[in-house]
C-alpha cells in the first residue's frame, strides 16, 4: 500500500466570530517499495484525455489508472531508451514520450513507432519538451535544437540555420492562435508568432533570465515562465517584464524546476530545493516542505493537475505523490481567506483598515518595483494600521501570519 499521510489544521474563531483557518491536507506517497513504480526519480507527468496519469521515470514509464499499474520498458515494449524526460497528448489519445538517448515515441494504445536520428530528420535523440498545437504538429525541443513533425514533414531550428541564440531547448507553450513560446539554457526566449520567430534575451529585451525550465500558457493567453534563478515572470505586453520572486511576493525560493496552472489561474510551482509553491488565482500563497507538509522531499522535478483535483507531484529521489488539498475546494477556501484594506487609495497619514483580524503578522511594504521599504513583526493581534512616511505611489502590501502569505496592490494618492 502506498504512504498516506493526512494534515490536519483546525479552525480557530476569534473573539469577533470571524473564520482564520481550516483545512485538511492529504498526501499520499507512491515509491519503489510500497507499489510498482519502477524507479523513484520522476522527470515527467502526463494526465491524459481520459484522465489517467503517464509517469516518464529514470527506469521505464508508468501508466496509473484507478490504482491499477502498468509498466513499460525497453525488455517488455516498443520503448527504445528507459530514461523518459517528456510527455505529450494529442487530440486522439495518443501519448508522445521523448528520451534521453532513445529519441521520440508514439504509443497508440497497442502499436509503438519511434522517431530518431537514424530514421527521421529530428534534430537529436535527447528530447527535453514535446508540446502539440491545435492543428496536431508536434513541436520537440531537443539539446541540439527546436523540430516541428506535421505527421509528414520535419522542419528544424537551429543555431546555425535560424539564428536562436541557444539549441538547448527546455519547455514549450503554445497558446489558442497556435503562437509558441519557448524557453532555452543560456539562450532566452524564441517566439514565433504568426510564424515568424523573434529571439528575447536579457541583454536585448531585458528578460530576467537567459535560462527557462517551464513555460505555460494562463487562461487569458499570457505566457509564464519560471527560471532556475529568478523566479516566475511573465510577458505583459511588448516584452515588459512582471517578475515575482523570494523578494517581492510569496514565493519561497527563485531556484523553480517546473511549474503548473490550472482552469482557474492557481500556479503549482516545483523549486530545486524549497519544496511546492501555490500561488492562488488571486494571488494568495501556500508553502509546502518536508518540515510542514507530507512531501517527502524538497527538489520537485514535475508536476500535473487531474480532473479529480489531484495533484501529482514528481520529486527527485523519492517517487510519486498525490496532494489532495482539503475537503473545501481550493479556490473557495482561500477566497473565504483573502485579506482586504481599506481605503485603498488612501493618503500615506490615513489610517487603514482590515477587512479581517491579522494575527501577530509581519507586514512589509515594497515598490512595485520589489524593493523593499520597511519590515514591521507585530506580537498582538491588528486590524488597523498606518503608513505616514510613504509617499504618493503604488506598493505591494506583504502580510505574513505563520505559513501564510499574501500580497495586496495598495495606492497612496
Same mark, same amino acid.
Given at each position: 500500500?502506498?504512504?498516506?499521510?493526512?494534515?490536519?489544521?483546525?479552525?480557530?474563531?476569534?473573539?469577533?466570530?470571524?473564520?482564520?483557518?481550516?483545512?485538511?491536507?492529504?498526501?499520499?506517497?507512491?515509491?519503489? #517499495?510500497?507499489?510498482?513504480?519502477?524507479?523513484?526519480?520522476?522527470?515527467?507527468?502526463?494526465?491524459?484525455?481520459?484522465?489517467?496519469?503517464?509517469?516518464?521515470?529514470?527506469? $521505464?514509464?508508468?501508466?496509473?489508472?484507478? !490504482?491499477?499499474?502498468?509498466?513499460?520498458?525497453?525488455?517488455?515494449?516498443?520503448?527504445?531508451?528507459?530514461?523518459?524526460?517528456?510527455?505529450?497528448?494529442?487530440?486522439?489519445?495518443?501519448?508522445?514520450?521523448?528520451?534521453?538517448?532513445?529519441?521520440?515515441?508514439?504509443?497508440? $494504445?497497442?502499436?509503438?513507432?519511434?522517431?530518431?536520428?537514424?530514421? #527521421?530528420?529530428?534534430?537529436?535523440?535527447?528530447?527535453?519538451?514535446?508540446?502539440?498545437?491545435?492543428?496536431?504538429?508536434?513541436?520537440?525541443?531537443?539539446?541540439? $535544437?527546436?523540430?516541428?513533425?506535421?505527421?509528414?514533414?520535419?522542419?528544424?531550428?537551429?543555431?546555425?540555420?535560424? $539564428?536562436?541564440?541557444s539549441n538547448n531547448?527546455?519547455?514549450?507553450?503554445?497558446?489558442?492562435?497556435?503562437?509558441?513560446?519557448? !524557453?532555452?539554457?543560456?539562450?532566452?526566449?524564441?517566439?514565433i508568432i504568426n510564424?515568424?520567430?523573434?529571439?528575447?534575451?536579457?541583454?536585448?529585451?531585458?528578460?530576467?533570465?537567459?535560462?527557462?525550465?517551464?513555460?505555460?500558457?494562463?487562461?487569458? !493567453?499570457?505566457?509564464?515562465?519560471?527560471?532556475?534563478?529568478?523566479?516566475?515572470?511573465?510577458?505583459?505586453?511588448?516584452?515588459?517584464?512582471?517578475?515575482?520572486?523570494?523578494s517581492n511576493s510569496?514565493?519561497?525560493?527563485?531556484?523553480?524546476?517546473?511549474?503548473?496552472?490550472?482552469?482557474?489561474?492557481?500556479?503549482?510551482?516545483?523549486?530545486?530545493?524549497?519544496?511546492?509553491?501555490?500561488?492562488?488565482?488571486?494571488?494568495?500563497?501556500?508553502?509546502?516542505?518536508?518540515?510542514?507538509?507530507?512531501?517527502?522531499?524538497?527538489?520537485?522535478?514535475?508536476?500535473?493537475?487531474?480532473?479529480?483535483?489531484?495533484?501529482?507531484?514528481?520529486?527527485?529521489?523519492?517517487?510519486?505523490?498525490?496532494?489532495?488539498?482539503?475537503?473545501?475546494?481550493?479556490?473557495?477556501?482561500?477566497?473565504?481567506?483573502?485579506?482586504?484594506?481599506?481605503?485603498?487609495?488612501?493618503?500615506?497619514?490615513?489610517?487603514?483598515?482590515?477587512?479581517?483580524?491579522?494575527?501577530?503578522?509581519?507586514?512589509?511594504?515594497?515598490?512595485?518595483?520589489?524593493?523593499?521599504?520597511?519590515?514591521?513583526?507585530?506580537?498582538?493581534?491588528?486590524?488597523?494600521?498606518?503608513?505616514?512616511?510613504?509617499?504618493?505611489?503604488?506598493?505591494?502590501?506583504?502580510?505574513?501570519?505563520?505559513?501564510?502569505?499574501?500580497?495586496?496592490?495598495?495606492?497612496?494618492?
Open positions: 500500500m502506498f504512504k498516506k499521510i493526512i494534515v490536519l489544521f483546525l479552525p480557530l474563531y476569534l473573539c469577533s466570530g470571524s473564520f482564520f483557518y481550516s483545512q485538511v491536507t492529504e498526501w499520499e506517497i507512491f515509491d519503489e #517499495s510500497n507499489s510498482l513504480l519502477p524507479n523513484n526519480t520522476i522527470r515527467c507527468l502526463l494526465v491524459d484525455r481520459t484522465n489517467q496519469l503517464w509517469i516518464g521515470t529514470d527506469n $521505464g514509464l508508468a501508466h496509473l489508472t484507478n !490504482g491499477t499499474w502498468e509498466i513499460f520498458n525497453t525488455s517488455n515494449s516498443g520503448l527504445t531508451d528507459d530514461y523518459i524526460r517528456a510527455l505529450a497528448v494529442d487530440n486522439n489519445n495518443h501519448i508522445w514520450i521523448g528520451t534521453t538517448l532513445g529519441g521520440l515515441l508514439k504509443y497508440d $494504445g497497442s502499436t509503438w513507432q519511434a522517431f530518431t536520428t537514424l530514421n #527521421s530528420n529530428i534534430s537529436d535523440n535527447f528530447i527535453r519538451a514535446i508540446s502539440i498545437d491545435t492543428a496536431g504538429n508536434k513541436w520537440i525541443g531537443t539539446v541540439e $535544437g527546436l523540430t516541428m513533425f506535421d505527421n509528414t514533414n520535419w522542419q528544424t531550428w537551429t543555431i546555425a540555420n535560424s $539564428g536562436i541564440f531547448i527546455t519547455s514549450i507553450g503554445i497558446d489558442s492562435q497556435n503562437n509558441k513560446y519557448i !524557453g532555452t539554457i543560456n539562450g532566452g526566449l524564441i517566439y510564424g515568424i520567430l523573434h529571439n528575447y534575451t536579457i541583454l536585448n529585451a531585458g528578460v530576467p533570465d537567459n535560462s527557462i525550465s517551464a513555460v505555460q500558457i494562463d487562461e487569458l !493567453g499570457k505566457p509564464w515562465y519560471a527560471s532556475p534563478a529568478q523566479g516566475l515572470f511573465t510577458d505583459t505586453g511588448n516584452q515588459t517584464w512582471l517578475l515575482q520572486n523570494s510569496g514565493l519561497v525560493s527563485n531556484s523553480l524546476t517546473t511549474m503548473i496552472i490550472d482552469d482557474t489561474q492557481n500556479f503549482y510551482l516545483g523549486t530545486h530545493q524549497n519544496g511546492l509553491s501555490i500561488k492562488t488565482y488571486n494571488s494568495l500563497w501556500e508553502n509546502y516542505t518536508v518540515s510542514n507538509s507530507g512531501i517527502p522531499e524538497n527538489h520537485i522535478l514535475s508536476l500535473a493537475k487531474d480532473s479529480n483535483n489531484y495533484v501529482w507531484i514528481g520529486t527527485y529521489s523519492k517517487g510519486l505523490v498525490r496532494l489532495l488539498e482539503g475537503q473545501l475546494d481550493l479556490k473557495h477556501l482561500q477566497k473565504d481567506q483573502n485579506t482586504q484594506v481599506f481605503p485603498n487609495p488612501a493618503h500615506s497619514n490615513e489610517q487603514i483598515n482590515f477587512n479581517r483580524i491579522l494575527i501577530q503578522p509581519t507586514i512589509q511594504i515594497f515598490s512595485t518595483e520589489g524593493k523593499l521599504i520597511s519590515t514591521e513583526s507585530y506580537k498582538d493581534i491588528i486590524s488597523t494600521i498606518s503608513f505616514p512616511f510613504l509617499k504618493q505611489g503604488n506598493y505591494i502590501i506583504k502580510i505574513q501570519e505563520n505559513d501564510k502569505i499574501e500580497n495586496i496592490h495598495f495606492i497612496i494618492f
